[in-house]
């Protein structure tokens, strides 16, 4: 039997491998693969049942990543997070990796989760069981005593000294992740771990990205200070969380490893924190004192300074912690446009191909191109006129693998 054909025609097409659009475009897809994507002028002789939908003139983009995901988080405080049972935890995962999908995001990478829960949620995908971005999936977040995430529950495992450390680096790859995060500052909520306060020494750090690397999985990091971006970068971490605070030599240190590494600063959390905190009880004197409204200041300087130094940044906020919630992926890419002064093309680039180069740096996914995956989104609206569209979900059609959701 032969593999389905489709073609989406008459379509203003965004392939990401630029910021130019093909006003007159098509995109054919046989299977799960494009063949092509261009203008529909240009369009090769496809098969005689080959199924061809005009889709009036419709903006079709590739499927967004989501690089900094908690599918286990559920919308809850972040002293929270890790006190919740595994069978509670799973099910939240679940809707959660569904509604991911359905806002456009068709892959995501783990920056941690509860349990062994983010593992299940790939397999599951894999066997076709439930929908859900494509995961390269974390474990629990790793870290030291005293650091950020040493709490109990199922959130974390803690470890000290670099041998201990390799040993949960090797318990992570007997549980098949794929990314272990850990935290090499904290946060300014923290008492025992504020953002600044490294809580590994080299040797440690560097052991868990040696182990790690060994072993084939990635190493993402909760780094907000430019100490911690630096001590990431000196061990070979491969994904860096945050960046808030740095300095020139940080900024230095990530362009002289651009071709490598992923920075995602994962605003939303605080931009959401100092927006609606007087809605949880919170207030704005309050919030000011901890440091937030400052933090986003600087995370506007050093993001601008990164991304004209040709850094690959990437969208992900923290989604799932207390009031960045679940299903409000794209306002991140709202944020990249008004906060980061990136045009919307720019930042669709950082939602599309820089995501999918993070995902997987073959380049299966991110970019509309032949012998790409076909994963895409019909929008509904131009989103080079306004990325808010992205948010409303009932203007996305979502493909993924070369299927409607």
Not at 2 to 8: A, D, G, I, N, Y
Request: with cysteine; net charge negative; glycine share 10%.
């Amino acid at each position: 039997m032969s593999k389905q054909e489709l073609v989406l025609k008459n379509a203003r097409v965004f392939t990401a491998l630029n910021t130019s659009v093909i006003d007159r475009g098509a995109v054919w897809i046989v299977g799960n693969t494009i063949q092509y994507a261009g203008p529909e002028a240009a369009l090769p002789a496809t098969s005689a049942d080959c199924e061809v939908i005009d889709v009036g003139g419709r903006f079709i983009m590739p499927g967004m990543t989501e690089c900094h995901a908690h599918l286990s988080f559920a919308d809850t405080s972040p002293f929270d997070i890790g006190a919740v049972s595994v069978e509670t935890a799973t099910i939240t995962a679940v809707g959660n990796a569904e509604k991911m999908l359905s806002a456009g995001f068709t892959s995501a990478v783990s920056f941690g989760s509860n349990y062994r829960i983010d593992v299940a949620i790939r397999e599951a995908w894999k066997a076709g069981k439930i929908k859900a971005p494509r995961l390269l999936a974390a474990g629990r977040d790793v870290g030291a005593t005293a650091s950020n995430v040493d709490s109990p529950g199922g959130l974390s495992q803690i470890a000290d000294g670099p041998w201990e450390l390799r040993k949960v680096v090797r318990e992570q790859r007997k549980a098949h992740v794929d990314v272990v995060k850990i935290f090499v500052d904290g946060e300014n909520i923290n008492r025992n771990a504020p953002a600044g306060e490294l809580t590994f020494h080299d040797e440690e750090i560097n052991a868990i990205v040696d182990e790690a690397h060994r072993r084939r999985m990635k190493v993402a990091t909760h780094s907000r200070s430019a100490a911690a971006v630096k001590q990431a970068l000196r061990a070979g971490a491969d994904f860096i969380g945050h960046a808030n605070y740095l300095d020139d030599e940080a900024i230095a240190m990530l362009t002289a490893q651009r071709d490598r590494i992923f920075v995602g600063p994962a605003i939303a959390w605080e931009v959401r924190y100092v927006s609606e905190c007087e809605s949880i009880g919170i207030s704005r004197e309050t919030v000011r004192a901890q440091g937030y409204e400052a933090e986003i200041q600087a995370t506007v300087v050093t993001m601008k300074k990164l991304h004209a130094n040709g850094v690959r940044l990437v969208v992900g906020g923290d989604y799932g912690i207390g009031i960045a919630r679940h299903g409000t992926y794209a306002r991140d890419v709202e944020y990249f446009v008004d906060l980061f002064g990136m045009s919307a093309a720019d930042a669709l680039i950082c939602a599309t191909r820089n995501g999918g180069l993070m995902y997987d740096q073959g380049g299966s996914v991110g970019t509309l191109a032949a012998d790409t995956l076909a994963d895409l989104i019909v929008v509904d609206g131009d989103p080079l006129a306004d990325v808010r569209i992205l948010q409303d979900h009932a203007r996305l059609q979502v493909m993924q693998d070369g299927r409607w959701i």
